[in-house]
Structures are given as structure tokens and as C-alpha cells.
């Protein structure tokens, strides 16, 4: 017996059945920017003024918001020094393209500091010690990667927790664009008041050995402008550093961002093809949490 298979089309119009079109009305798939601009009120969550930095540079002002939740001792140092005045002045020192910009030394050649003690570090902390941790998927570094309230983080996978014998799973900062870390001597324990940021992907130099403060939630493109070098011939200065709570409320910038623990922004990262269907992300440091500031969506 010979089993012929028809053309679809045809066999239906041989028994009187009109072929089945496609849904031409069938509400096409959003575009991330779609997403964004439509995403609900309860997706933005504000940036707390007494948990963000000002740091004012030639080519603009960065806000930084603060992470105890990651690293008290060091965020509650950073706004200690903020207070005195400590950093207004100072130079970027030492600048690498595509890697950080580091700045907070007082004698600008990388071997000052401030007169308090130095601060132990404070590089991984235990999931069950911190919340709102939301894993986006795995990478080629990481079993987990994902963000706390915006701030990008690796951690190992939970069920290791009955394994080890301290009953922990470890939960870091990711050294990506825009992070904001402490600088230190050999001696893991040795960070003082320098500091650095991020203008290059580093995670596998830097994660889980410095210690991760902080994240710029605006400003950033003003950083593409600190002059290069060690030492740059001519240094950007910080003209200026400030706790949020302490600028002028007419100064003071409305910024809320995206819940990253929430379904909006992982529609979000679908859509932008960030994260496929096996769950693996391309490339977290390429991602841009994203803000509300004054008013107006910036991604």
C-alpha cells in the first residue's frame, strides 16, 4: 500500500474545509521598551535619599545608592567620610580603560587613606542574611546570577546548604559596569577610604575578593569622562560628594527603579533575549536595570 500525504492546502479543499489562517488580529508581542513604558506603578521602587551618595564631576553628578544590606561596616564608612567632607577635592589616581576608576586617597598616589581603622572585609554574605534576592538564571561563571533590588549578584545554588558543613550558601556582589567597591592592600582587611568604580565587566578578577558597596542608579555616563592613566596626566577631580538626605530637596533627584524581583522585569529580560529558555543569561553585566528620574524612563 502506497500512503500518500497531500498538500496541506489542497487536501483541505478537496473535502470542502478552508485551510486555517493565521490570527492576523492576535495582539502582537511587546517590545521591551513597550514593557518598560507600560510597566505599573508598583514595579518602580524609590531610591531612599539617606541611602544614596551624590558625587559631583566635571561632566555631571553620579548618584550612588548605598548597599548595607551587602556591606554595612563599608557603606556606613562611605557616609561617615561623605559627612566630613572627606572626599571633596580628591583625584581619580588610577584609571584603566574598560576596567575602574579609582579614587579616595588623600595623598592621590594610591598609598593614603583616612585616620579611622581599616575595615574588615566584607566580600560574601549568606542567602538567608539578605532579601529580595531574585535569581534570573545561570552563567558560564555562576550557578545562579541575578539582582537584589537592582544590584547585580552571583550566588551557589540553595540545596548545597544541607551539604556543607557550615550550612551556607554563599551570595556575592558581581563586579559589572556601574558597581561601586573598596579598594585594599594585599591584606584582605586593609580597605580604608579608597574606593573604585566600575567601567568594565572584572567578576572574574575581582568578585568575591573586594568588597561591593554600592551601585550607580544615575549618572554614569558622566564617568566615561574621568581622564585615563596611572596617573592620568591631568586627574579628574570629585568636586564634591554628598549624602542624598543632605542635598537641597530642590537639588535632589526623584529616582525609582525597577523591582528586579518582579515578573515585569523578567518579561523585561525575555523580550530583550537576555535569558533563554533553558534559563542561561548572556551576559548580566550587559544589563541595565531599568530607572524612573524625575519623571522620565531611562534604560
Request: with cysteine; proline share 8%.
Amino acid at each position: 500500500m502506497v500512503v500518500r500525504i497531500w498538500n496541506v492546502s489542497l487536501a483541505a479543499f478537496a473535502i470542502g474545509i478552508a485551510p486555517a489562517a493565521a490570527d492576523k488580529d492576535a495582539p502582537a508581542e511587546p517590545t521591551p521598551q513597550e514593557i518598560v513604558d507600560n510597566a505599573p506603578a508598583d514595579v518602580w521602587r524609590p531610591v531612599e535619599p539617606d541611602n544614596s551618595i551624590y558625587m559631583d564631576l566635571p561632566a555631571g553628578t553620579v548618584v550612588i545608592e548605598l548597599r548595607s544590606d551587602l556591606a554595612p561596616a563599608h557603606t556606613q564608612r562611605i557616609k561617615e567620610l561623605t559627612r566630613e567632607g572627606f572626599y571633596n577635592g580628591l583625584n581619580f589616581h588610577r584609571v584603566i580603560e574598560g576596567f575602574m576608576a579609582q579614587g579616595g586617597d588623600p595623598k592621590g598616589d594610591g598609598t593614603g587613606g583616612s585616620d579611622k581603622p581599616n575595615l574588615p572585609g566584607e566580600f560574601i554574605r549568606d542567602t538567608s542574611e539578605v532579601t529580595g534576592f531574585r535569581a534570573i538564571g545561570r552563567d558560564r561563571i555562576a550557578p545562579r546570577v541575578g539582582y537584589i533590588d537592582g544590584m547585580p549578584v552571583g550566588a551557589q545554588p540553595e540545596s548545597l546548604r544541607t551539604f556543607t558543613t557550615a550550612s551556607r550558601v554563599n551570595l556575592w556582589p558581581l563586579h559589572c559596569p556601574g558597581v561601586m567597591s573598596m579598594a585594599r592592600a594585599t591584606d584582605p582587611n586593609s580597605a580604608n577610604s579608597q574606593f573604585f568604580l566600575m567601567i568594565g565587566d572584572s567578576r572574574l578578577n575581582l568578585d568575591k575578593r573586594y568588597t561591593a558597596w554600592g551601585w550607580i542608579v544615575d549618572g554614569f555616563e558622566a564617568t566615561r569622562r574621568i581622564a585615563r592613566g596611572e596617573p592620568p596626566a591631568r586627574p579628574t577631580p570629585i568636586m564634591r560628594v554628598r549624602v542624598g538626605s543632605d542635598v537641597p530637596a530642590g537639588e535632589r533627584r526623584d529616582i525609582k527603579v525597577m523591582r528586579t524581583n518582579s515578573e515585569t522585569f523578567m518579561r523585561y529580560l525575555k523580550r530583550r533575549g537576555d535569558v533563554d529558555d533553558t534559563g542561561y543569561v548572556k551576559d548580566i553585566c550587559d544589563i541595565k536595570v531599568p530607572a524612573l528620574v524625575d519623571g522620565k524612563i531611562e534604560r
